[in-house]
């Protein structure tokens, strides 16, 4: 059904990313408007609801769900709670847009998977914004269009400054790496069949708890091999690259050197800090689609079936850091419903 008025959003959690969707949705995208924010941290939601005209705060994702004034759902709270706020939007027939990871494990995505298609249609978008950003998109169209033939291989680099104390050998693959799946899978239309972690000797400000960097192996079922450094405390910046190297050429994005300045003998550029910074763009019209698409009483981007996939990825990934060696994936067959 078509919606007239502005959307009414609830957005779940409002920490980094919840917080700067609440910016985006009020300041720069058309057509939404937040009307409810929920966090289990009661001060912080109260902080942000303080700031916008006509929003409740919430501590009970479900009592935001229930409101008259919520028709569509943000899910932006870690990983671990994403699966019981999806089950409670599907008991109120909400169209959702999930951020990644959809769950942490892939028994919980099927659980997921499966609820969507009790209620018969889609209502999820899966929050892998990277298919939203200029260069990956015009990377996707070059390799969809055959001009370079059969993509062989891809590397890629995801580089992160910092990341925040506590984050596990597990976050790694499940919050990270997660990407370059779900980039892996959209850019090549292939199913990942294997995974395999290799680390080496961990940098001298790897945190406690945590093997950085890794460097990580896919292989696809058409025959591509993928590889992955995630370095999640490089120090210098944030970095995403992608290369493909196809029968007839490369291509490559991610260098991001849209200003080069010669001075004082040396050149260069800047560097991007953090994923905000290099992806405002991709959130940016991410979130739009999934506002245009909703009022349009439709579901585009990301569906279950990718944020399945993905996690039935991270479980191999994360076996392969535990048991080391190559992990086979276990993928249930895609059904129909997500053709
Ligand atoms: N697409 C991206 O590039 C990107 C970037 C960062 C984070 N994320 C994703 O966004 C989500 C949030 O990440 P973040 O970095 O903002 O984390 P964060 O820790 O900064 O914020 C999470 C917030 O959720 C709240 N919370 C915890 N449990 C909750 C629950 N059950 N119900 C409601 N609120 C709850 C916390 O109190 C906190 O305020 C994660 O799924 C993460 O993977 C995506
Ligand atoms: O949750 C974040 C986010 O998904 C970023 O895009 C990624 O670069 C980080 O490594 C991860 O921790």
New binding site residues.
């Given amino acids: 059904m078509t919606q007239h008025g502005p959307l009414g959003v609830a957005v ?9 969707h609440v910016r985006r949705i009020n300041e720069v995208v058309s057509g939404a408007r937040v009307t409810a924010v ?4 009661a001060e ?2 109260k902080a942000v609801a303080d700031g916008i005209e006509g929003c409740t705060a919430y ?3 479900a009592a935001a769900m229930a409101a008259a004034d919520v028709d569509a759902v943000l ?8 699966e ?2 999806l089950l409670t939007a599907f008991e109120h027939d909400l169209p959702v847009l ?4 959809l769950t942490p494990d892939a028994a919980s995505a099927l659980r997921v998977m499966e609820a969507e298609q009790r209620l018969g249609h889609r209502r999820v978008q899966v ?4 298919r939203y950003d200029a260069e990956y998109t015009k990377l996707k169209t070059l390799l969809d269009s055959g001009e370079l033939g059969r993509t062989l291989m891809l590397h890629n680099r995801h580089r992160n400054a910092s990341i ?1 104390s506590g984050f596990t050998n597990a976050n790694l693959v ?2 990270s790496l ?2 370059e799946m779900d980039v892996t899978r959209w850019l090549l239309g292939q199913e990942i069949t294997s995974v395999t972690v290799l680390r080496p000797r961990p940098s001298s400000h790897a945190p406690e708890g945590l093997d950085d960097p890794q460097f990580v192996v896919f292989e696809t079922d058409g025959g591509a091999v993928v590889d992955v450094e995630v370095f999640l405390n490089c120090g210098f910046g944030y970095q995403v690259q992608a290369e493909a190297v196809c029968e007839r050429g490369s291509a490559r994005i991610g260098d991001a050197h849209d200003l080069l300045v010669n001075t004082a003998g040396r050149w260069g550029g800047t560097i991007a800090q953090d ?2 910074e290099r ?1 405002a763009d ?2 940016d019209r ?1 979130v739009q689609a999934w506002v245009d698409a909703t009022r349009r009483g439709e579901v585009t981007g990301p569906s279950v079936w990718d944020g399945y996939a993905a996690a039935a990825v991270c479980e191999a990934g994360v076996r392969s850091q535990s048991e080391g060696g190559r992990v086979e994936v276990e993928l249930v067959d895609r059904p129909a419903f997500y053709r």
């Fill in positions: 779940i959690g409002t920490g980094k990313m919840g917080a700067d929920v966090d289990v941290d912080r939601v501590t009970d994702p899910i932006a709270s870690p990983g671990p709670a994403h019981a706020a999930c951020e990644k990871p929050g892998f914004m990277r925040p499940n919050d997660v990407h994923f905000v992806f991709a959130y991410e």
